[in-house]
Structure formats: C-alpha cells, structure tokens
C-alpha cells in the first residue's frame, strides 16, 4: 500500500538542519525546533555557535554543530554528509544563511556579485540537491525577503539573489514532488534588538497596511506551521504585515 504524504510525513525522523543558525533568524528557529521535538544539525561559520546548541540541549534535542563557509564549494559539499554522520537522515532543511550588503547596480563588482550569488543562492542550491539525494521523504524551507516582489535596486546583488531563490522554490517544487515539499518564508522588517537601526524599522514598518513589525516568534511560528502541513508545496509565506501587497 502507498502512504499518503501525510502518513509518510509521520514516518520521517525529526531532524533538521538550519544554515546560519548561530545568530538571529536562524538561532530562533534553532531553539523553537528544539523545542518541537526535533534533533538539529546547527551551521555556522565564523560566529560562536556553543550557546545555541547549550540552549537546544537543554531543550532535550540531540545536537551537532557544523562549521563550514559556504562561500566554498568543498566546505559546502561536506554540509550534509557531516550531519547526515552525526544526527542521521535529515528530514528538514532550512536554507537562512545569508549576507545583506547596500550596493547599487553601478557598483556592483564581481567579487560582491560572487559572494551574494554563492550564499544566498548557489549554496541553497547545493545542499538542496545533496539533501534530496538521501531523503525520500523531507521538506526544504527557504528564508527569503519580501522586497522580491518589486525591483529597487538599492541592495542589487543581494535582491537579485534572492530573487534566484525564490524561482528555485518553485522550481524544486515540481522537481522534488512528491517526495520532497518545499516552501520558503519571505521575510519583512523584523524587530531583532539592534538588527536595524530604530528610526529606519519605524519608517519602514508604517508604510505596510497592517503598520506592526515582525518579530522572531512571528517567524518561527511560520516554520513550525509549514513543518507541519503536508500539503503545502511551492508556496511563499509573507511574513511581513502586508509589505509585500504595495512594493
């Protein structure tokens, strides 16, 4: 007899791994899986990474660290593998590691061109690959932005980035069904304590329809939402109180 997606979803292992998971967004989903009962595979690069996986052990869930730049292909392609040896067969990837730098067109050089392409999109793309290639039975979520919606161009390098992979979302979409289901979250302006200078989240966060900032729960109660609906594939969740609807 063949399960059905909600059936095998029942069957998979609870573990995950989070790229960028030492600061931030990625710490927050960390701890919020930890405390869902998932086991977690936490990437890092230069940050200190011993306080999250501290506080996901206290949460009860098996852990292992994982250090590599993912700005380097032979770093990147041992990702997996690393977690797949310590934790088992990963069954959740969230793709959140990612680099943000003003930017214009004009001045965009190969070397800042390169650097948001290769985080922001060609290492997403690898570790999905890697990821389908030992799971029959997984999801992928990709933290994206908002501002993919429209095209300023202020942070060039990075939104088209970004916008690659968004259309990688859809794309795996088809390619990975029905085995795999992937979505990604489209984030807004979040209030992260110093993540943004005050006076700028204020400006931004009155121009949406629904005028209230995100914050890290906001998020991370969308992670668990989309970890848990089997039915859900190549779609985007705007978290971002409407931003999304005016560019």
């Known amino acids: 007899m063949n ?4 059936e095998k979803n029942l069957n998979s292992p609870k573990n995950a791994l989070i790229t960028g998971a030492a600061k931030r967004v990625g710490r927050a989903i960390s701890l919020a899986l930890a405390a869902d009962g998932w086991n977690v595979a936490l990437h890092h690069n230069s940050t200190d990474i011993r306080e999250v996986s501290q506080q996901c052990q206290k949460l009860g869930a098996k852990v292992c660290t994982i250090k590599a ?5 032979s770093d990147l392609k041992n990702v997996i593998p690393a977690a797949n040896s310590q934790l088992g067969e990963i069954s959740l990837l969230i793709n959140n590691a990612s680099i943000f730098e003003k930017c214009s067109f004009e001045d965009t050089d190969e070397d800042i061109f390169d650097r948001h392409m290769n985080i922001n999109f060609k290492a997403p793309f690898f570790l999905c690959q890697d990821f389908a290639k030992q799971t029959q039975n997984g999801q992928i979520i990709n933290i994206s932005d908002t501002r993919t919606t429209d095209n300023k161009t202020t942070y060039f390098a990075y939104l088209n980035s970004k916008k690659s992979l968004s259309n990688l979302t859809k794309m795996l979409a ?4 029905p085995s795999i289901r992937t979505n990604e979250i489209a984030l807004g302006a979040c209030d992260m304590e ?18 209230v900032a995100i914050d890290l729960n906001d998020i991370t109660n969308a992670i668990l939402y989309l970890s ?16 999304n609807l005016i560019g």
């Open 3 to 6: 399960l059905t997606s909600g």
């Open 69 to 73: 730049d993912l700005n380097n292909l």
């Open 174 to 177: 088809v390619e990975l069904s």
């Open 194 to 211: 110093q993540s943004y200078d005050r006076k700028y989240l204020e400006k931004r966060v009155s121009q949406t329809p629904l005028g």
């Open 228 to 243: 848990k609906q089997t039915y859900l594939t190549g779609q985007t969740l705007y978290i971002d109180s409407g931003e």
